[in-house]
């Protein structure tokens, strides 16, 4: 790449942009000014204008100063020398275990695989019986945890990969290796922390490797930090590895982008987040694809800010995820563990040809069980349950049921709940939502199925 110099139009914290009148550089390159400044080239404006994250030296920015592009990109480290190490986006580590002496690096801007994407009919069994059997996660899919705050996304993010990671429960296709990238955007540091402490409790750090940019960092490293792990796992992908992809938590990506609009003025939309919204959410996700290579599964935990769906952030995500996972403060509330919200969850993978026709029909025919009782619970608040006719009372029961069957003692909280945590397999859930459906356990009281794994002798 060439170099070429431009002058500074504007200055706003973090963000510059810099006018190149000859030729203007890649995005993605790295540009620099005789005060020692660092800028990123992360997006075009127009003409000759480009707009520039200051990685370093921002107090010697200045208007009408030059800056050269040095013709070379931002790039990470990756490779087996990675493996069971955690580092910031720049790939200096952060777990205390001396310099990462690696032999490849990539950019973090990356581009989006030439082959073609291929599709997968294959089912993850993640041991959670509310995700396998309502919303199950296709090998080479990509999943979202939407919730507010403290509603339990991050221990639900950890559950998962917990069970098809840690719990060795992956079969490898074709016998390729496996291993775990994990983003860490805009959370706090004690959460990356216990992660990383369970992954090496586990036995298992030495397959992972883990990117952190926290909450406590500016919006430049947050946003930053999201594509240096995707890129990452497209160098995994690429050279062979299955590859399970988790961020915690996307919607700090998208608020970071937010944050660099503002900072340079952008005019914003009317909700209040940047224009290009759609572009950074398109740009990040077209990269998490399966090739003939190798596969990349992708689990996003997504806040939701004030509890509100219809956020523009979050629904310019809905659209890339392949099965959605809806936590329900509510739900938390009552006491019910993993909160997750059985009707506002669903997935791609919940077809007869993929999931087999026994799952299928049970799941219909629980979600209409579970929407009818929903319709009751106002008639059951006022004059309780034993108002109701036979026939309603029994649907009512048997939802209370199913409500209480899918709560589950997790087993990467142990340590912590002091309760044994368990994985249930795919095919006990069916056949135990099937006998409560068929009403096999109408005499009993829900409370028995709370917090249990798969139903035995009761």
Do not use: W
């Given at each position: 790449m060439s170099k070429v110099t431009g002058?500074?139009?504007?200055?706003?914290?973090?963000?510059?942009?810099?006018?190149?009148?000859?030729?203007?550089?890649?995005?993605?390159?790295?540009?620099?000014?005789?005060?020692?400044?660092?800028?990123?080239?992360?997006?075009?404006?127009?003409?000759?204008?480009?707009?520039?994250?200051?990685?370093?030296?921002?107090?010697?920015?200045?208007?009408?100063?030059?800056?050269?592009?040095?013709?070379?990109?931002?790039?990470?480290?990756?490779?087996?020398?990675?493996?069971?190490?955690?580092?910031?986006?720049?790939?200096?580590?952060?777990?205390?275990?001396?310099k990462i002496s690696h032999e490849l690096i990539v950019p973090l801007t990356g581009k989006s695989s030439s082959q073609k994407p291929v599709i997968n009919d294959i089912v993850w069994e993640t041991g959670i019986k509310a995700i396998d059997f309502f919303a199950p996660l296709i090998r080479g899919g990509r999943m979202g945890l939407f919730g507010g705050a403290g509603v339990g996304k991050t221990i639900l993010l950890t559950e998962i990969m917990h069970n098809i990671f840690i719990n060795s429960k992956v079969k490898t296709q074709k016998s390729k290796p496996t291993v775990a990238?994990?983003?860490?955007?805009?959370?706090?540091?004690?959460?990356?922390?216990?992660?990383?402490?369970?992954?090496?409790?586990?036995?298992?750090?030495?397959?992972?490797?883990?990117?952190y940019g926290s909450m406590g960092e500016d919006?430049?490293?947050?946003?930053?930090?999201?594509?240096?792990?995707?890129s990452i796992a497209e160098s995994f992908r690429d050279t062979g590895s299955n590859v399970l992809f988790f961020?915690?938590?996307?919607?700090?990506?998208?608020?970071?982008?937010?944050?660099?609009?503002?900072?340079?003025?952008?005019?914003?939309?009317?909700?209040?987040?940047q224009p290009n919204l759609h572009e950074d959410m398109a740009l990040l996700?077209?990269?998490?694809?399966?090739?003939?290579?190798?596969?990349?599964?992708?689990?996003?935990?997504?806040?939701?800010?004030?509890?509100?769906?219809?956020?523009?952030?979050?629904?310019?995500?809905?659209?890339?995820?392949?099965?959605?996972?809806?936590?329900?403060?509510?739900?938390?509330?009552?006491?019910?563990?993993?909160?997750?919200?059985?009707?506002?969850?669903?997935?791609?993978a919940l077809s007869e040809s993929l999931v087999g026709a026994d799952?299928?029909?049970?799941?219909?025919?629980?979600?209409?069980?579970?929407?009818?009782?929903?319709?009751l619970e106002r008639m059951v608040a006022l004059v309780g349950e034993g108002e109701l006719s036979p026939e309603n009372r029994q649907i009512y029961h048997r939802a209370q049921l199913l409500k209480a069957y899918m709560t589950q003692p997790f087993i990467s909280v142990e340590n912590q709940t002091g309760t044994k945590g368990v994985y249930?397999?795919?095919?006990?859930?069916?056949?135990?939502?099937?006998d409560i459906l068929a009403g096999k356990y109408d005499e009993i009281p829900a409370a028995k199925l709370q917090m249990i794994g798969g139903i035995g002798k009761i």
């Open positions: 002058i500074v139009k504007t200055v706003v914290g973090r963000v510059a942009e810099v006018d190149f009148p000859q030729q203007v550089p890649v995005v993605g390159t790295i540009c620099t000014s005789p005060q020692g400044v660092t800028l990123y080239v992360y997006r075009s404006m127009g003409r000759s204008i480009m707009r520039c994250i200051i990685l370093s030296g921002s107090s010697q920015l200045k208007r009408l100063t030059k800056v050269t592009s040095t013709g070379e990109t931002l790039n990470i480290p990756t490779g087996s020398a990675v493996l069971g190490r955690a580092m910031n986006l720049f790939g200096t580590p952060v777990d205390g275990k001396g990238v994990f983003g860490g955007v805009g959370e706090r540091t004690r959460e990356g922390h216990e992660l990383y402490q369970t992954l090496q409790e586990k036995n298992v750090l030495a397959q992972t490797s883990l990117i919006a430049a490293v947050r946003y930053l930090t999201a594509m240096a792990s995707v961020i915690d938590n996307m919607f700090r990506f998208a608020q970071a982008g937010s944050e660099l609009s503002q900072m340079s003025e952008t005019l914003m939309s009317e909700d209040g987040y996700h077209e990269r998490l694809i399966s090739t003939t290579d190798a596969d990349i599964s992708s689990i996003e935990a997504i806040y939701v800010p004030s509890d509100d769906l219809t956020d523009q952030a979050i629904l310019a995500i809905y659209p890339y995820l392949d099965s959605i996972l809806t936590l329900s403060r509510d739900i938390y509330q009552a006491g019910r563990f993993p909160a997750i919200d059985i009707l506002a969850s669903n997935s791609s799952q299928y029909q049970a799941v219909v025919t629980a979600q209409q069980v579970l929407s009818s009782a929903k319709e249930v397999p795919r095919t006990q859930t069916v056949k135990d939502v099937i």
